[in-house]
C-alpha cells in the first residue's frame, strides 16, 4: 500500500464514524447516511494528494458530505429512493428514546438546507463561521437559515393551538 493510501486509510478509519453520525443527523436513515459518507469520503480520496495538505481535512469531508446530501435532495423525485415515514433502524449501541425518535421525525421534514445548518449549528455545536463556510453562504444568511429552520421545527413539534 503506497503512503497516500495508507494515510488516507488511516485517516478514513479515524473520521468515518464521526462524518456518518453527521451524515444521519442530516438525513434520519443509517443506510443513507452509509451513501453520504462513502460519497464525501470517494471525492476526498480523488483529492487527496492536495486536500492532504491541508490541515482542514474534517472541514472539507463535511462540506463535500452537506453539499452532497443538499443536491441529492434538489433531485428529481423519479431519480432517487423516497425516504419512509420512520427513521431508519439505529445501531444497538444508539438508546432509542420517544424525545430521539420523535426529534428524528421532525428534522427530516426540515428542507435539507435549513436541516444542515440545525445539525452543524446546534447539535455539532460549530461556531457560525464554520457552518457558513461548510455551506458556503454568508453568516447572515446562515444565521436567516437557522432562524427558519427552528421555526419550522418548532411549528412540527409544538403545532399552534387553534384559539376558539
Same mark, same amino acid.
Given at each position: 500500500?503506497?503512503?497516500?493510501?495508507?494515510?488516507?486509510?488511516?485517516?478514513?478509519?479515524?473520521?468515518?464514524?464521526?462524518?456518518?453520525?453527521?451524515?444521519?443527523?442530516?438525513?434520519?436513515?443509517?443506510?443513507?447516511?452509509?451513501?453520504?459518507?462513502?460519497?464525501?469520503?470517494?471525492?476526498?480520496?480523488?483529492?487527496?494528494?492536495?486536500?492532504?495538505?491541508?490541515?482542514?481535512?474534517?472541514?472539507?469531508?463535511?462540506?463535500?458530505?452537506?453539499?452532497?446530501?443538499?443536491?441529492?435532495?434538489?433531485?428529481?423525485?423519479?431519480?432517487?429512493?423516497?425516504?419512509?415515514?420512520?427513521?431508519?433502524?439505529?445501531?444497538?449501541?444508539?438508546?432509542?428514546?420517544?424525545?430521539?425518535?420523535?426529534?428524528?421525525? #421532525?428534522?427530516?421534514?426540515?428542507?435539507?438546507?435549513? *436541516?444542515?445548518?440545525?445539525? =452543524? +449549528?446546534?447539535?455539532?455545536?460549530? !461556531? &457560525?463561521?464554520?457552518?457558513?463556510?461548510?455551506?458556503?453562504?454568508? #453568516?447572515?444568511?446562515?444565521?436567516?437559515?437557522?432562524? *427558519?429552520?427552528?421555526?419550522? =421545527? +418548532?411549528?412540527?413539534?409544538?403545532? !399552534? &393551538?387553534?384559539?376558539?
Amino acid at each position: 500500500m503506497s503512503d497516500r493510501d495508507s494515510a488516507f486509510a488511516e485517516y478514513f478509519a479515524a473520521r468515518s464514524g464521526v462524518m456518518r453520525g453527521t451524515a444521519y443527523l442530516l438525513c434520519g436513515d443509517w443506510h443513507r447516511a452509509e451513501d453520504l459518507v462513502q460519497a464525501a469520503f470517494t471525492k476526498l480520496y480523488v483529492h487527496w494528494n492536495r486536500v492532504a495538505r491541508h490541515e482542514a481535512l474534517d472541514p472539507y469531508v463535511r462540506r463535500v458530505l452537506i453539499h452532497t446530501f443538499i443536491d441529492d435532495g434538489r433531485r428529481g423525485w423519479w431519480r432517487r429512493e423516497r425516504p419512509s415515514e420512520t427513521p431508519g433502524d439505529m445501531p444497538a449501541d444508539q438508546p432509542q428514546t420517544d424525545d430521539r425518535l420523535m426529534l428524528m421525525r #421532525a428534522l427530516a421534514q426540515v428542507p435539507p438546507r435549513q *436541516r444542515a445548518v440545525l445539525v =452543524l +449549528r446546534y447539535w455539532e455545536d460549530m !461556531p &457560525v463561521e464554520a457552518v457558513a463556510a461548510a455551506l458556503n453562504c454568508s #453568516a447572515g444568511t446562515l444565521k436567516s437559515q437557522a432562524a *427558519r429552520g427552528l421555526t419550522t =421545527l +418548532r411549528g412540527i413539534v409544538a403545532p !399552534p &393551538v387553534n384559539a376558539e
